[in-house]
Structures are given as structure tokens and as C-alpha cells.
């Protein structure tokens, strides 16, 4: 599976939005142990199965997106101040509605 | 890295207090079974509830399942998983949504809660994985100790690899 691809939402189904019915994620919510994440805009954040490297001292998978690959790893992401952060080999990085920077 | 393998359910209806995945390690001389991340989630509920989960162990008498068959994660990997699709909970296969128990003694190995909202996802860190030797005759199952508030639409699954 290359970059930015999408996965099989019918195989893993959990990666796909769920609708309107369902909350914003509470604010401090980690992935993991939390499965998902829903932002402001209803955006569905989870880890994928491609794993990257290990030097934080965890696994770290790609960082996905709506069911597709957003180009990033880390072995947490985080749902803070109604922002979406990763933490991986670079450190803290923030979604700002297009790349994390 | 290859021989890393999925096994996945969704749109389910449990029945309460289920084995929700039980996979049993081949036969030696095989490869052994390392269990990488396990998860549940659900899409039916929208109100806030807390949930029990479990890594269960069984010995014998295994939980009656429905057959799943391992999904390599790699799509080129030109392996196929030694774990195949069985019903019996029985040495080399996988099944997920128990109907029956089974009347083996369960020892969890991990038990742990989560909000349904959120769902819930273990990765373990590199030392903390679990593994099944071939062999072993143990299987490992993905348990809900107690039933749910919501029974439908549960989501969940398992990435092992084989070493």
C-alpha cells in the first residue's frame, strides 16, 4: 500500500466516520488506549498497520486519516485544546488542517 | 516486514459476555505467534459508557467461534498465515464472536476498560508482546468479561505476526 492510499474500510471498518451521531472527542483523549479520534470537523484519526521505527521505546504506526494515510508515523496521536498532535521519532507535531508541522 | 497478519470483524451483534477472537497457535514444528496490537470499537452508541475488556487464556474446552481467516497485512507478502479459519477454537485456527463459551478455565492475562466512545486500542510496546509458541495448545482470546450496553455494531481485531 503506498502513501496517502486508503485502506479497505469494509476489512477494517473502525477507521471509517461514523456520522453525526456520534461526539467530538473529548479533550487529553489519547490513541492509543482510546481506538479513535474525532475532530472539530468530524475527521476520524486512528493508527494504521504500517509500522515504522521504534525509537521512542513503542511501536509506531502511519497516522490515518479518514481511512486513508496521512504520510506520518508515531505511536500516539492526541486530541488537545481541539487540535490533533502526534507524538513520534520527531516529537510533538500539530495538525494544522493540512500537514503537522 | 512480512508474515504479519489481520484478523478483523465489524457490524457485529455480541451476545453479552463474549470471547469476541480466539486464535490457537499450529501445531510444532510451526511458527510462533506474536501478538503485535489488539482493538474494539463500536458505532451504534453515542452515549458515554464504560466497557471491561480482556486478554483471555484458555487450555481446553475452547469457545465454539465463527471462522475467520487470517488477512496479510502486506499485500505482496507471497506467505499465507499457518492460522486458518476454524469454529472449534481447536490448534491453528482463528474464529471470531463466540456462540458458545466453551467450559475451559479463562486466565486473563490483561484486563483493562474503555469508553465505547473512544473505543480501545493496545499496542504493546516491544517487550510486552505476547507470544504463542507453536505448540503451546493454549489459545489467546479478545474478551468482553461482561456484556455491553449496546450489543450491536461492534468492531474489533487483532494484528499477529509470525516468527
Known amino acids: ?101 | 516486514m512480512a508474515r504479519e497478519f489481520s484478523i478483523s470483524a465489524g457490524g457485529i451483534t455480541v451476545a453479552g459476555a463474549t470471547t469476541l477472537i480466539f486464535v490457537n497457535p499450529s501445531a510444532a514444528p510451526n511458527f510462533n505467534i506474536e501478538f503485535l496490537r489488539f482493538w474494539v470499537g463500536q458505532s451504534a452508541n453515542a452515549t458515554s459508557a464504560q466497557q471491561r475488556i480482556e486478554l483471555i487464556n484458555k487450555a481446553s474446552v475452547f469457545p465454539t467461534v465463527t471462522a475467520a481467516t487470517p488477512t496479510k497485512l502486506k499485500v505482496a507478502d507471497p506467505n499465507v498465515s499457518v492460522i486458518t479459519g476454524g469454529t472449534a477454537g481447536a490448534i491453528g485456527t482463528a474464529g471470531t464472536n463466540a456462540s458458545a463459551e466453551g467450559a475451559g478455565a479463562a486466565v486473563v492475562r490483561w484486563d483493562d476498560a474503555f469508553n465505547v466512545l473512544n473505543g480501545w486500542l493496545h499496542v504493546a510496546t516491544p517487550p510486552e508482546t505476547a507470544i504463542y509458541p507453536a505448540g503451546f495448545g493454549n489459545g489467546l482470546g479478545l474478551y468482553f468479561p461482561v456484556g455491553p450496553a449496546t450489543l450491536t455494531n461492534w468492531a474489533f481485531g487483532l494484528v499477529f505476526r509470525e516468527v
Open chain 1, 1 to 101: 500500500m503506498s502513501e496517502l492510499a486508503q485502506y479497505n474500510l469494509n476489512l477494517y471498518p473502525f477507521m471509517k466516520p461514523q456520522g453525526p451521531h456520534m461526539p467530538i472527542t473529548e479533550a487529553y483523549v489519547s490513541c492509543p488506549p482510546a481506538l479513535v479520534i474525532r475532530d472539530d470537523e468530524g475527521s476520524l484519526w486512528t493508527l494504521g498497520f504500517d509500522q515504522g521505527s521504534w525509537r521512542t521505546g513503542e511501536f509506531e504506526y502511519d497516522v490515518v486519516r479518514n481511512g486513508k494515510k496521512t504520510g506520518e508515523h508515531a505511536c500516539r496521536i492526541e486530541f488537545r485544546q481541539r487540535r490533533v498532535r502526534i507524538f513520534g521519532q520527531d516529537g510533538w507535531r500539530t495538525w494544522n488542517g493540512r500537514s503537522f508541522v
